[in-house]
């Protein structure tokens, strides 16, 4: 379990992750999301980290996780979620995006193979997960991509 103190008021976010069988895999891909959560007590953070944990769980294998203060919108956090899935994950970030819910995400797929998504709340699009949800980017980068040091512990998946 990981515990993370994502403001001065002491408020703890905690992750729980399980075993399960892993088989090594030496091509995957890192799935960055970072998402704005309002309200800074804690709880809709955690409801929010929660939910798209679970989205991912077992298919994906946690690789980091924190949670900060969000300047631009008072009691704010910023949550800072990054997965590795096995890279015959096919369905990519739209698949990603459609399991978060939601409407009016804007996709990004790049010639080299890099792809992103991002929503904000703008033209009557429908907020994704819960009422909390303030804002979101995604990335999904090929490990190939990956500096060293971030891919150096590769990780386990299941193919």
Same mark, same amino acid.
């Given at each position: 379990?990981? !515990?993370?103190?994502?403001?001065?008021s002491n408020v703890m976010l905690t992750v729980e992750t399980l075993d399960r069988p892993e088989a090594a895999t030496d091509e995957w891909l890192r799935l960055g999301v970072r998402i704005v959560v309002s309200g800074r007590d804690g709880a809709n953070s955690q409801a929010v980290l929660q939910q798209v944990l679970a989205l991912f769980w077992p298919s994906a294998e946690? #690789?980091?996780f924190y949670a900060t203060p969000y300047p631009r919108l008072p009691e704010a956090t910023v949550l800072r979620i990054a997965f590795d899935l096995p890279? !015959? #994950?096919a369905a990519g970030v739209s698949g990603i995006v459609q399991s978060i819910g939601g409407s009016g995400w804007t996709v990004d797929? #790049?010639?080299d193979g890099e792809q992103a998504a991002c929503w904000k709340p703008e033209h009557g699009a429908l907020r994704p997960l819960c009422e909390h949800?303030? !804002?979101a980017e995604i990335n999904l980068?090929? !490990?190939s991509h990956l500096a060293a040091f971030r891919k150096s512990a590769?990780?386990?998946l299941l193919q």
């Open positions: 379990m990981t !515990s993370v103190n994502p403001t001065e946690l #690789y980091d890279a !015959s #994950y797929i #790049y010639e949800f303030h !804002s980068i090929p !490990s590769g990780p386990r």
